[in-house]
């Protein structure tokens, strides 16, 4: 994202605000701007210059303020060198309510400065006409934004790796193809199981591999008959707009109304299930006679105790339809604070599954053993009360009769409990399984590169790329290094030895590099060559290349995967590369650029995609990041950190921040921040005491792990061995933009204030970047 | 601006007598000029009462507008005016006291005429729902003042990230949640709110609706880019169009996309982010075919007040 450096006098800080205000929410640029420095006193002139240097924009803000301001002078000074060294645009901004002409004869020699661009930004005149301009002009000289390289991706008929979604596969033939099965324990047992991972993880194509459609296509088999799979899957998407929503006021009226949520839920579980049922028979999959539809019918009825006499399957559907309108106009007039009536089924547990039983025995089309699997997509998009429900059918589920397999983001339970206030415990009445893998345990990684590799092992093989295998495709990283003598980069090893010793000796001053026994030099080499590799580079990009890279940068999310190698295939193909018949690979330059870009493009969707928080997580990330990067340029014995511990996490429950929506402040919980945060796979609870997806454990210290693809964009290392403690105090005052607590934790990463408590040799994290 | 002769199922409202039309007279209040354009063109009209809806958003150009429809209230209705406080983030606020007030008539000899023009999409249609629901659909007027422009650039959006995306209550579709997921997104100048909305619903299928003719000649374009990210994605043969004003042709052309996504074979979810008109025209395709799709809702984190609509422009009677 291009970044904008603002230079101002404080005594203009309103009208800025609002200027900064209206372009940070809409656009992709990063704003450079720090009110404290303008206060006496608290001047850092080396952050300063430093922020003038990074930013491709110089944005004076002109006014009889400006023109007084010594330091604003400073700045623009700074600026007009950068621009004859390095090409910094200025554009100046004239500050509403000044006059033109005043100010202009008070500018002198700055008037010669900015003259070229004075009539851009002209807020005196016409507000939005200035945003208008200033913002196109900022627009002339920018590359494409992540976004709309993105987009070209996405939409790019040639590029076999576009197909990121499990809803772009309309034909199962095609899905199929493509699908590769992970190597899941539960998966196809009848025991309940909950699929838990971040958007882009797979739940969905795992869901939908347990489809009846699919499961046939794969065998090449005509029917459900000629398969030798018990479950017949029946895919039910919780998504938005399927429910009745209903305020926290009706939710505490819920003891008399709790009926009304189990007879839409069971009502709309088996409207799904006869859908399934009558378009598998019309696809012939299975074979429902007319008897049998008559008995269905009889079934369906009794079970559910619908009202009339139904004569067929059309009518049943009806039927069921019709009592499901009624709950939702009940539900809706209730909410509008009237008295509506209406007479609940009064459905229970135990109809329901008498209900599946008498189906099952009915149709000839299923054996003794066959079962239904009720594939329970977008669980974190049920109520707190429809989750109860659920979680008493897996309770009290029977093996032979149905089972649950559930996808749900982290977090994405409001409880654990049933109907009955029962708690249903994992190993006992479900397992679990995590589709983000760890990369931090090596048998996680293992399994995610396996599975990643097959996955794109499909998708070259059915897009009929000579080379299937996504290693030889992407050029490597370190085979580079090996074959050169020096990385990417253009650091030659030499170099990069140099300062692991350098760091060695600083760290442990009494004790020198050549000193120590060669396996332990070999050990250290080790682990801190990609720091060493960081703190050399500086603020030039470090370069990812290869498919171990991709694999860390996708953080063990399969889609981040399929989208870098989807960028970066982009990328080779405006260079006019032909990767598909094999004649060129993808190259270390082209997954940078790939890297870069989707770093970005992840980033800045944090604050637009993200519910109610994304603004301020999204702040909280770059600080973090900024705190981060830090430590990785100057921490003698830990520079690859892109974890961070909380101690006494819970102490986030009572600390708020007030956030306006719409006009209206409220107060949000740390903890309901953080769980959003790792509900949209930003951060990851990782490992440590207490880590469950259960959000309601209670921990003494808890660990995240920085979503790995924000790594470029924040200039930071994606391999995360170290972590950095924060307090939730200090949290607090983060995200209250408390600009004094962030220096004090970037200060605290520094050497001169770290009291290196634990050597070298103890450190905590898992040898991250190795095999 | 659209003229009377075109091929419309509306009228302006210089065409229209609406003397024996109403008895009530609804109406909300708005930091938007046009919430008085209804009330400044049925002068020579009288009412038995007024109701004005107030969201309690504060506001200063709301207020003093407020102001200024008491005042024109007063002089329109013999018995006077209501106030009900609602909220644009929770429009059901309020429902409860205007449904109460409804059942002091009679459904058969009063006529209820209503400026939609100001009040929130989502509340517009909670607020015809209500009152198709008492029995009052057949004598009810809709009326709908366009603005006279709109104060936004083609890079500035209306409103500003996401705060929640949720059905509108009563508007939820029975449908069996195996179909695939078709999302119809009404495109207005909220670019992000489409994008966003479209990303979290991960549909399998999208079809984007632009409103055509635009109010305006010169504005020609603009829908199509404020959301070019999200056709630049889906493509450009996922685009359409539906008339802006005319909700009889919004209707008809829903119609038409039902024969192409029929509602036996994908799950529909609307999303209405395009003109208020638009959003009737999906009221009256709802009415004729409840809980076939669903209706949600994005609410956004912040509106950008500063570019919403200015001045007043044609009065249409819509229904």
Sequence with gaps: MPSVFICYSHKDEEFVDEVTHCIEFDTDLTINIDKEILRPGKSTPKEIFGKIRESEFFVPVLSLNWVESNWCHEEAESAVIEKIEKNTEIIPILKKDENFEEVMEEMEEWEEVFFEKLWVARFDENFNTALNNFIKEIGKKCDKTPKQIYSEMESSEDNPFRWVRAEQFHDPRKFRKYYAEPELQHLKNSRPLFLVGGRGAGKTMILKSLDPSFAISKEHAESWGQINLPIFGIYFKASRGSFSPVSKKFLDEISSNRQIFIDELLLRLSRTLLEILWDANKKDCIQISKSEEKEICRIFSSSLRLPSDVKNIDNLKNCISEEISKITDYVSSKERGENPSYLVNSLEIDRFKKLCKKILDELSSFSDKSYFCFLIDEYENLTEIQQEILNTLIKFHEGGIYTFKVASKPEGNETLLTLEQEEIEEGEDFDQISLDFNLNDKISRREYKQYVFRISENILSSENFEYTDITEILEDREEYREKNGETPEGLSLKEIDEEIKEIYNNRIPDKKWCEIATEKREETKDKMWFGAKFRLLGNKRCRYGGFDDFIVLSSGIVRRFVELCGLAYHFSIKNNKNIKDGEDDITIQEQTEAAYQLSKLRLSLIKKNVELYGPYIFDFVNDIGDIIHEKLMTHRSEPDSSRFKIRDPNKLKGMGIEISENGNQKEIPLNEIFSSAVTHSIFKRYGGKGSSWNKNVATTTQEYILNRIYAPALKISPWARWYIMIEPKKILNLLKKKEKTKRELIKKVRPSDVRDEEPLEAFTGVDDAKE | ?319
């Design chain 2, 1 to 319: 601006m659209m003229q009377k002769n075109e091929n419309l199922n509306i009228h302006l409202i210089n065409d229209f007598n609406l003397k024996k039309r109403g008895n009530i007279l609804i109406t909300s209040s708005s930091f938007e000029e046009r919430c008085l354009g209804s009330l400044n063109k049925i002068d020579g009209n009288e009412f038995q009462k007024a109701i004005i809806f107030t969201y309690e958003e504060p506001s200063e150009d709301r207020d003093k507008n407020l102001k200024k429809q008491k005042q024109k209230l007063n002089s329109l209705t013999q018995n006077g005016f209501e106030e009900i406080f609602t909220s644009s983030k929770n429009p059901l606020k309020g429902l409860d006291e205007f449904a109460q007030y409804l059942k002091n008539y009679s459904p058969k000899s009063t006529a209820l005429t209503i400026d939609i023009s100001t009040f929130t999409k989502r509340h517009m249609l909670l607020l015809v729902k209500t009152i198709e629901e008492h029995g009052f659909w057949e004598n009810t007027t809709i009326l709908y003042t366009e603005p006279l422009d709109y104060i936004t650039n083609l890079f500035l959006p209306l409103s500003m990230g996401i705060s929640s995306i949720s059905t509108i209550p009563g508007f939820v579709s029975n449908t069996p949640s195996n179909l695939p997921l078709f999302l119809l997104i009404f495109l207005g100048y909220e670019g992000d709110r489409a994008y966003s909305l479209h990303s979290k619903m991960s549909p399998n299928t999208t079809k984007l609706i632009i409103p055509d003719p635009p109010y305006r000649e010169e504005w020609r374009g603009r829908t199509k880019k404020m959301n070019k990210h999200l056709i630049k994605i889906l493509g450009e043969n996922k685009l359409d169009t539906a008339h802006s004003l005319d909700p009889y042709q919004v209707k008809k052309k829903l119609y038409e996309l039902e024969k192409e996504h029929n509602f036996d074979k994908e799950k529909w979810v609307l999303s209405p982010l395009g003109t208020k008109p638009q959003t009737f025209g999906i009221y009256l395709f709802w009415r004729e075919n409840k809980h076939s799709f669903s209706i949600v809702y994005a609410s956004p984190l912040k509106h950008n007040v500063r570019f919403y609509s200015t001045g007043i422009g044609n009065t249409w009677v819509l229904k």
